[in-house]
C-alpha cells in the first residue's frame, strides 16, 4: 500500500508548537470553553491513501450519469449542443483560465479584448446597441433586466408573462421585493403564446417593463413586434429573454422593438455540466447604457494613438458610491463568456444559421412522429422552435423512468412546474440528434405508453 500523503508530519507539528510556546495542539483551543467543545473524535472514517482516495473518488464520481452516456432530449434553459473544439483549446490556455478581473489595461489588453469581442458579438446577435461584460446566468440577467427598466422609468412594478422560465421568474421576484417592485404574473393563452388581452389588462402608468421569453418555456414562439407595441404603450419598456442559437433564424429583439435583451448564454459552446458555472448576457439601447449593471469592455487610443482596450462605465458598487451603483453585479464569468465569443467566431453566421436550422427541422420531425403514437397530443398551437410541449395519456413520470432505463432522457417533466400538468413533458431536440435516434425516441415512447397505461 503507498503511503499517505500527509502535508505535516509529527516532527513538523512538534517545531511549529515549540515556535510559538505550546505544549500541545490542544492547548491552541485553550479559549473555547469545554461544555462547547465535541469532546470526541468525529465520526469519519480514518484517513486514505492517495490511491484509495482516487479510488473513491472514481466510485463517487461513477454515480453520476453525464449526458453524453445517454440520449437527451431535456431542455428547458439548458441545452446539449456540439461545441467545436477549438473551444475547450482556446479556452485552456493558462492565460486565460488564470486569468482574474482585468483591473489593470496595460497587462490585460488580451482579455479585454477578448471581453470587447463577446460584447460586440452579443449587439450583433440581438441587434441591440451596447452589451456589457456579462452576468451570472440567465435569471440573472433577466432579474437585472428589469431593476434596469425601473430605475430608467422611476416606476415600481414589472408585468412578466408566464411564458418565461419559472426559475427565471422566482429569480425576478426576489430581487424586486427588497426594492418594493410589484410583479404580476400573466397566464399564458392556450395556444402556448402570450395572452395580449390579459397583459393589456395588466398594463399601466405604474409599470416599467414588460418582460416575456421566446422561444418560451413551454418551446413556443412569441410575437415580439405586438408585446413591444403593449408595452410602449404604456411608457413601459419591452424586456426580450431570447435564446441565442434561435437568433440563427429568428429576428433579433433589436428588429421588432425590445429595449432590453438578455438571456442564456450555455447554448454557445458552454457544457452543460451538471447546471453550470453558465453565463448572462444582456443588451439594450444606448439610451440605457448608464442603467446596465457591471461594467463594459471599450476600445479607444493610449497616449502613443496605439489601440488600447479599457473597462469603462464601472457602475458597480465597488467602484462608485454604493447609493449610486446599478447593481452589485461582481463578476463578468469571463472564462465562460469566451467560449460563447469563440464558438460564435467559429460559427459565423452562416454556421449559426445552419445550427439553428438543424435545430428547428428535428424537433419538428420529432415532433410530428410522436404526434401519431396513440394518445399522445401537442397542446400548444403556436409555432416553436426546438422544443415543445407533449400530453401523454397517462403521468409523465413513469413514461420518464421507463424511457431513463432505456437509455432516454424523455424530457423535462412539467409537473415539477406546476402539479396541475401531471401528463405535460416538455421535449427538446437540437442539432446533436440523428434521425435514426429520432426514430428510437418515437418507438420507445410508444412503448412505454403502452406499458404504464
Known sequence: MPHPYLPLTDHDRAAMLKAIGEPAVDSLFDSIPPDLRLGRPLALPGHLSEMELAREFGRM??????VSSL????????????APSVVRHVLGRS??????????????????????????????LTGMDVSNASLYEGGHALAESCLMACAATGRKKVVLAEGLHPEYRQVVKTYAGPQGIQVVEVPQAASGAADLKALEAHLDQDCAALAFMNPNFFGCLESGADLAGLAHSK??????????????????????????ACGEGQPLGIPLSFGGPWVGFIACRQALVRRMPGRIAGITDDNRGQRAFVLTLQTR??????????????????????????????????????????????AHYLAGLVSRVPGVE???????????????????????????????????????????????????????????????YAEVLARAIKEAA
Open 61 to 66: 464520481a461513477g454515480a453520476n450519469r453525464p
Open 71 to 82: 440520449e437527451s432530449y431535456l431542455g428547458a434553459g439548458a441545452y446539449e449542443h456540439y
Open 95 to 124: 492565460e486565460f483560465y488564470t486569468s482574474y478581473t482585468p483591473y489593470q489595461p496595460e497587462l490585460t489588453q488580451g482579455m479585454l479584448q477578448a471581453i470587447w469581442e463577446y460584447q460586440s458579438m452579443v449587439c450583433l
Open 235 to 260: 411608457g413601459a419598456l419591452l424586456v426580450a429573454c431570447v435564446e441565442p442559437v434561435s437568433l440563427g433564424l429568428l429576428a433579433p429583439p433589436g428588429d421588432f422593438g425590445a429595449d432590453i
Open 317 to 362: 458598487e465597488q467602484h462608485i458610491r454604493r447609493e449610486k451603483a446599478t447593481s452589485n453585479i461582481c463578476t463578468n464569468q469571463t472564462l465562460l463568456a469566451l467560449a460563447a465569443t469563440v464558438t460564435l467566431s467559429a460559427l459565423g453566421p452562416v454556421g449559426l444559421q445552419e445550427v439553428a436550422t438543424q435545430c428547428l427541422s428535428k
Open 378 to 440: 401537442l397542446p400548444h398551437a403556436a409555432p416553436f422552435f426546438c422544443e415543445f410541449t407533449l400530453r401523454l395519456p397517462v403521468e409523465s413520470a413513469g413514461v420518464c423512468r421507463a424511457m431513463r432505463g432505456q437509455g432516454i432522457l424523455a424530457g423535462v417533466e412539467l409537473s415539477r412546474f406546476d402539479k396541475a400538468r401531471p401528463r405535460d413533458l416538455l421535449v427538446c431536440a437540437t442539432e446533436t440528434k440523428t434521425r435514426a435516434q429520432l426514430d428510437r
